[in-house]
C-alpha cells in the first residue's frame, strides 16, 4: 500500500490530547502538531470536541496551550455519527469508536487500554501514540517539512 500523509486520517482520543498538552516534546503533541500544521487529517463529533474543549480549558491554564488547543480545534473536521457502537463497556469509548468508523480514518490513536485491545476495528487501526508516531514517520514523513509547516501556522 502506498502511503499518503496527505491523505492520512485520524481520530485522537482525549486522553491523548491531554498528555500532549503535558509535554511538549511527547509523541501525543507531535501528533497534534502534525495535525495543527496540516501534514494530518484529524475527525471529531460536535459532542466529543465539545467535552474536550471543556476539560482541556479546565486543565491548561497557560494562554499560549489555550492558543494551541483552538488551532488544533480550528483543524478538526467534523463527522457525524449515525449509528451506535457498543464494542468496549465505556459509552465514551464507543462514541470515539463511532467517530472513526463514521469519518472512515486510518488510525484511532489512544492510550486506553480497552480500545488498544481492540487492535483494529473495521479496517482502522487502534494504536498508541508511540506506535502511530512510529509508523508515520517510518513512512516517510518529512520531520523538516513538519517543522517549516508549524513555524508558519503558528505566527
Given at each position: 500500500m502506498v502511503f499518503d500523509k496527505n491523505k492520512m486520517k485520524i481520530v485522537l482520543d482525549t486522553n491523548?490530547?491531554?498528555?500532549g498538552?503535558?509535554?511538549e516534546y511527547s509523541y501525543e503533541k507531535k501528533i497534534i502538531n502534525a495535525v495543527i500544521g496540516g501534514e494530518i487529517t484529524a475527525y471529531a463529533n460536535k459532542q466529543t470536541l465539545r467535552e474536550n474543549?471543556?476539560?482541556l480549558g479546565m486543565r491548561v491554564g497557560d494562554?499560549?496551550?489555550l492558543e494551541e488547543l483552538n488551532r488544533f480545534f480550528s483543524q478538526v473536521n467534523n463527522v457525524v455519527n449515525r449509528r451506535q457502537i457498543h464494542i468496549v463497556s465505556d459509552p465514551e469509548d464507543n462514541k470515539i469508536l463511532e467517530s472513526a468508523v463514521e469519518a472512515r480514518?486510518?488510525?484511532l490513536v489512544t492510550n486506553d487500554k480497552a480500545l488498544l485491545e481492540l487492535?483494529?476495528?473495521?479496517?482502522?487501526?487502534v494504536?498508541?501514540?508511540i506506535d502511530f508516531w512510529k509508523t508515520y514517520k517510518d513512512?516517510?514523513?518529512d520531520l523538516w517539512k513538519q517543522w517549516i509547516n508549524y513555524v508558519k501556522n503558528s505566527k
Open positions: 491523548v490530547l491531554i498528555d498538552f503535558k509535554d474543549r471543556l476539560l494562554n499560549s496551550y480514518v486510518d488510525y487492535n483494529n476495528y473495521q479496517n482502522i487501526k494504536v498508541t501514540p513512512e516517510g514523513m
